[in-house]
Antibody
Framework: QVQLVESGGGVVQPGMSLTLACAASGFTFSGYGMHWVRQAPGKGLEWVAVIAFDGTYKNYADPVKGRFTISRDNSNNMLYLQMSNLRAEDTAVYYC??????????WGQGTLVTVSS | QSVLTQPPSVSAAPGQKVTISCSGGSSNIGDFSVSWYQHLPGTAPKVLIYENNKRPSGIPDRFSGSKSGTSATLGITGLQTGDEADYYCGTWNSNLNAHVFGTGTKVTVL
């Protein structure tokens, strides 16, 4: 079945870097735009970044612009989010999601990133 | 803070109906279609409605969506205990060049 599985979360100190991964299966990964969305503790959903199906277009939310980089490996059905200069306010559960005909479907189960000294 | 405003919470008894509003502006809901997501803590969010009023396969017709001008509404009829969750609207915002989500609404079944 169509599935997304995130990995790479953990506890990091402020200013450090971390890379999240999202493994896709059950569909033609190279045919879809992909997004990262996060949810900070006690907060709502926040869009983070998007990458086009072929990687030629990328865009980021203002709070992460210049610090996060989204990328993909279509040959291995993988999506990535490189996060640098992490801040306490980046603490959140990070979800990858497929953009399919005007909706996010499916979503992964999420991976928790905690930025703390 | 989000540019899409939802009520923090709504509640009703089992079998009753609730509606959740999502208020935006001309640069988001006014110009783009809306989707709705159900999110239970610790699980992956799930799409309930897309393109304002369409249901993906497997979503019961107890869930409905509508849009008028710069606002959208999610309706849930025949409320069940399993419907207790957080619900978010979402759409594109041309001013921000970003996808935006609503502030979220917690549904409680009394």
């Amino acid at each position: 079945q169509v599935q997304l599985v995130e990995s790479g979360g953990g506890v990091v100190q402020p200013g450090m870097s971390l890379t999240l991964a999202c493994a896709a299966s059950g569909f033609t990964f190279s045919g879809y735009g992909m997004h990262w969305v996060r949810q900070a503790p006690g907060k709502g959903l926040e869009w983070v970044a998007v990458i086009a199906f072929d990687g030629t277009y990328k865009n980021y939310a203002d709070p992460v612009k210049g610090r996060f980089t989204i990328s993909r490996d279509n040959s291995n059905n993988m999506l990535y989010l490189q996060m640098s200069n992490l801040r306490a306010e980046d603490t959140a559960v990070y979800y990858c999601a497929r953009w399919d005909s005007s909706r996010y479907d499916p979503w992964g189960q999420g991976t928790l990133v905690t930025v703390s000294s | 803070q989000s540019v899409l405003t939802q009520p923090p919470s709504v509640s009703a008894a089992p079998g009753q109906k609730v509606t959740i509003s999502c208020s935006g502006g001309s640069s988001n809901i006014g110009d783009f279609s809306v989707s709705w997501y159900q999110h239970l803590p610790g699980t992956a969010p799930k799409v309930l409605i897309y393109e304002n009023n369409k249901r993906p396969s497997g979503i019961p017709d107890r869930f409905s969506g509508s849009k008028s001008g710069t606002s959208a509404t999610l309706g849930i009829t025949g409320l069940q205990t399993g419907d207790e969750a957080d619900y978010y609207c979402g759409t594109w915002n041309s001013n921000l060049n970003a996808h935006v989500f609503g502030t979220g609404t917690k549904v409680t079944v009394l």
